[in-house]
């Protein structure tokens, strides 16, 4: 049974914007430092971004740092990764994840601090 449920994904020109969605309970919600990862074909899955529950501290990929904003609405138990200037390399499957504590940590990128995960959301950029 899936329990969060991404959207936004889609075929964008480099240079160009999305922004990704991603829906779950509160019971997973409330609590949980959310995150981002994605995986590209013959790659392993990566840690994209994370935020936490409780505090405005946010933790992006040096690679995505100053292109990529993740945002919560805890009203909505939706967590939000905006993605602009977009580059082929950005292109791979997105995925939504919780973590079973509040707080991501320095450790926010490692998937296995996650244990509830979403079904995905292609991305793929064209130069």
């Known amino acids: 049974q899936v329990q969060l449920v991404e959207s936004g994904g889609g075929s964008v020109q480099a240079g160009g914007s999305l922004k990704l969605s991603c829906v779950t309970s509160?019971?997973?919600?409330?609590?949980?430092?959310m995150g981002w990862f994605r995986q590209a074909p013959g790659k392993e899955r990566e840690g994209v971004a994370a935020i936490p529950s409780f505090t405005r501290t946010t933790y992006y990929a040096d690679s995505v740092k100053g292109r990529f904003t993740i945002s919560r609405d805890n009203a909505k138990n939706t967590v939000y990764l905006e993605m602009n200037t977009l580059k082929p390399e950005d292109t791979a499957n997105y995925y939504c994840?919780?973590?079973?504590?509040?707080?991501?940590?320095?450790?926010?990128?490692?998937?296995?601090?996650?244990?509830?995960w979403g079904q995905g959301t292609q991305v793929t950029v064209s130069a």
């Open positions: 509160k019971d997973i919600f409330s609590g949980a430092c």
């Open positions: 994840a919780a973590a079973k504590r509040w707080n991501c940590g320095v450790n926010w990128y490692d998937a296995h601090i996650f244990a509830s």
